[in-house]
């Protein structure tokens, strides 16, 4: 086998050698030729499409291949996961993940959470109180924990929103699940509690992960009205619909910070969820803190 091999490269070699050097030449050369025309066709067009458009086809390469993984911490993973996903923005910082979880993950929950929902209330400012702060937020919801779902569903989707976050399980509050039907909002709020309105906090909440359950035929975005620094100096009402939006789609994930590194509020991480139009809304939501919690 070996001297056969041997003896047809050697074949191959002599006889082949100069189609294959001639054909390989072209090939280059084409290569060469198209590649600088589209080259300089994206030089002469202004603008952004086509510097996106070579971004892309890079990142599309990417993503094919197939990664080894390298030997992990005792506490790490022997293999190579990927989670897709965009950047939304980075004032605030605010990250999508299309198709974080299974249509069915999604309806387990909504059923699970369906048998508990009540009015969902408000973390109350001095002075507030539930009757003065009715239309705030008008969905219903209930907090689940993953202990408390035997399926594994809700565990799973904890650990999964831990690696993407990579801040532990245990920093997160138990989830919250909300419905809002037809004319529900949450006015633009902050997650955070800023210790001037709310007194000193033992803990601060440092990110929000957000999963949709349900597709919405019309409204019930999650807005960011001060995104890029947007509206900041309108006299914004907390009502209206403006700025960043991000429409609902059944499984997709959204994450973002409240904090900033150094542990700052992040202002422009004021967000809302615009009133339901057609449809009904469901989100799971976790807060995630920089203490540990008990949850
Ligand atoms: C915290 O970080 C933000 C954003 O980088 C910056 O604007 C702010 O001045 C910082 N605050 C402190 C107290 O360092």
Redesign the pocket.
Known sequence: MKVRSKGSWGLFRTKLRLPIVLLSCSVFFLAGFFGSTLLSQFQDIDGDVPKSRILESVVEEKEDKVFEAIPNGDSGDSFVSSIPFQVLSWKPRAVYFPGFASAEQCEHIIKKAKANLRPSSLALRKGETAENTKGIRTSSGTFISASEDPSGTLGLIEEKIAKATMIPRSHGEAFNVLRYEIGQRYLSHHDAFNPTEYGPQKSQRVASFLLYLSDVEEGGETMFPFENGLNMNIGYDYEECIGLKVKPHRGDGLLFYSL?????I?QMSLHGSCPVIVGQKWVATKWIRDQETND
């Open positions: 900033y590194p150094n542990g700052t992040d």
